[in-house]
């Protein structure tokens, strides 16, 4: 039988991301026109949410250099860990009611060419924004002949955990808001991870930093994010993509799949909605629970609604939460048997960065497939007419059938040492409690790292072409 190129190019070209650059990792947070008196201020810009806040901030500011035409700059804050409040998404079995000061609202974006301490310098104003209940946001700004940008509200916001800035002069698109439910809410971002989803992207693909904007709400079901809609596109249609971790909360009690097809039209209308702001949705399919432990398991029908959803829309292929879980029920919490445990939140992390590593590769090959020939009529080939992806057969699918593995290096303590398994050609660092590098060296494979430390809690860093992996060990 005749054989034809897979013609993957042409779904690569409608996916591939193209990279916005960090530009605000390692760069100090200023608060009222001076370095934030953090004992390490950097931790508010090194895209690592860790518990460090700036307890009360109404006037910060970042320099992020010259150079730049245009910005998306993010923040987060902490109120009671849902994204947003009941006012703007209702939650049916859950109150969120943070207080005012829980998220930044009305406020004013500035940015300035002379500037010397966030404060000082002349300032143009490039955006104003009024009420917004959200936790997580981000905006873009136009940053021509600038170098700082500052946020300057009517009133302080509290618990100010991170603050971002990336580069999109060239159009970037590497901008995820990642909705869901209190699964989301746990496991993207209130549990500390060693390395989430954007580092784990970063050090596979360098050119790349994904714009992490975390949107979780507990308790919440798809009559409640139908009801919010406006909100979300509102305060998150500006990115392009929606990573959506939904339906535990609709299947929950469900033992015959009577409430399925509601789910699945309220589905339908959610990704109608984000295509409409020219956000590309992608869905997991809803994690699994230990049902030695919650007494119940997700009804099939979800799934295969979920799987329905992503063929008939074209959507690139999302986690596979309930295969892993299923697998790993030790993962989940052992109180309820539903929510994410800390392993279980790093697992989703990275869950999430192998079931998109094939838009980075498309991005890194430049839109180009790599993936021989199949046989014609098999029913594998792409069918993509005038270069448009609307009658293209197995193109998000085919992207996704690409494999990717992410390998997390094992650090463990022997005694006063520190070892390090599973790591590559890899450096290592260790920090103590105070910042302070106690060790350094590389690695290839087993290694011990350290020998003789005193009792302490220390900070592991491993980084590589492929890892970017941190981990906090205890010498006792």
């Known amino acids: 039988m005749k054989k034809m190129m897979f013609g993957l190019a042409a779904a690569v070209a409608a996916f591939a991301i193209t990279p916005n650059p960090n530009l605000s990792i390692g760069k100090n947070l200023y608060v009222d026109g001076a370095v934030n008196s953090n004992w390490k201020p950097e931790v508010f810009t090194d895209g690592h949410l860790d518990f460090n806040q700036v307890a009360s901030a109404s006037d910060f500011a970042l320099n992020v250099g010259e150079g730049p035409t245009k910005l998306f700059i993010t923040w987060e804050?902490?109120?009671?860990?849902?994204?947003?409040?009941?006012?703007?998404?209702h939650a049916a079995s859950c109150q969120h009611n943070p207080k005012a000061d829980a998220s930044l609202q009305n406020f004013k974006v500035m940015t300035s060419a002379n500037s010397t301490n966030g404060a000082d310098g002349d300032w143009e104003t490039v955006?104003?924004?009024?009420?917004?209940?959200?936790?997580s946001r981000g905006l873009a700004i136009d940053f021509a002949g600038k170098s700082w940008f500052r946020i300057v509200a009517d009133s302080p916001v509290s618990n100010l955990e991170e603050v971002g800035a990336y580069d999109m002069s060239k159009g970037g698109d590497d901008t995820w808001f990642f909705m869901g439910t209190s699964i989301s809410q746990m496991g993207i971002k209130s549990i500390e991870v060693d390395s989430n989803?954007?580092?784990?992207?970063?050090?596979?693909?360098?050119?790349?930093?994904?714009?992490?904007?975390?949107?979780?709400?507990?308790?919440?079901?798809?009559?409640?994010?139908?009801?919010?809609?406006?909100?979300?596109?509102?305060y998150v249609g500006n990115v392009k993509y929606w990573a959506i971790e939904m339906g535990t909360n609709d299947a929950w009690g469900d033992e015959t799949g009577w409430n399925v097809e509601h789910f699945k039209s309220n589905m339908q209308d959610i990704i109608d909605v984000a295509k409409r702001n020219g956000v590309t949705p992608i869905i997991a399919r809803m994690i699994a629970t230990n049902p030695d432990v919650a007494k119940w398991q997700v009804h099939q029908?979800?799934?295969?609604?979920?799987?329905?959803?992503?063929?008939?829309?074209?959507?690139?292929?999302?986690?596979?939460?309930?295969?892993?879980?299923?697998?790993?029920?030790?993962e989940l919490s052992a109180q309820d048997g539903v929510h994410p445990a800390e392993k279980g939140a790093a697992s989703m992390h990275r869950l999430w960065a192998e079931a998109m590593a094939p838009l980075y590769e498309a991005g890194d090959?430049?839109?180009?497939?790599?993936?021989?020939?199949?046989?014609?009529?098999?029913?594998?080939?792409?069918?993509?007419?005038?270069?448009?992806?609307?009658?293209?057969?197995?193109?998000?699918?085919?992207?996704?059938?690409?494999?990717?593995?992410?390998?997390?290096?094992?650090?463990?303590?022997?005694?006063?040492?520190?070892?390090?398994?599973?790591?590559?050609?890899?450096k290592v660092m260790i920090m103590d409690a105070m910042g302070h590098m106690v060790g350094y060296r590389p690695v290839n494979g087993?290694?011990?790292?350290?020998?003789?430390?005193?009792?302490?809690?220390?900070v592991v860093l491993v980084r590589s072409k492929n890892i970017s992996y941190r981990s906090k060990v205890m010498i006792k």
Request: hydrophobic residues 30%; negative net charge.
């Open 197 to 234: 989803f954007a580092q784990l992207i970063h050090a596979r693909y360098p050119d790349y930093y994904p714009v992490m904007l975390r949107g979780g709400i507990g308790c919440v079901n798809t009559d409640g994010v139908i009801d919010g809609l406006q909100f979300y596109s509102e």
């Open 446 to 458: 087993d290694t011990q790292v350290s020998a003789e430390l005193p009792a302490g809690n220390y």
């Open 301 to 330: 029908g979800y799934l295969d609604a979920i799987d329905e959803l992503t063929e008939k829309n074209k959507l690139p292929k999302g986690p596979d939460f309930f295969g892993y879980f299923s697998k790993h029920p030790e």
């Open 127 to 135: 955006a104003e924004v009024g009420e917004s209940g959200a936790m």
């Open 77 to 89: 804050t902490r109120g009671d860990e849902a994204w947003i409040g009941d006012q703007y998404v």
């Open 365 to 426: 090959k430049g839109g180009e497939s790599s993936e021989g020939s199949v046989e014609e009529g098999s029913g594998n080939e792409t069918n993509c007419i005038g270069g448009e992806m609307t009658n293209c057969v197995g193109d998000a699918q085919a992207l996704a059938s690409r494999n990717v593995r992410f390998a997390v290096p094992q650090i463990s303590v022997s005694g006063k040492s520190i070892l390090v398994s599973g790591a590559e050609s890899a």
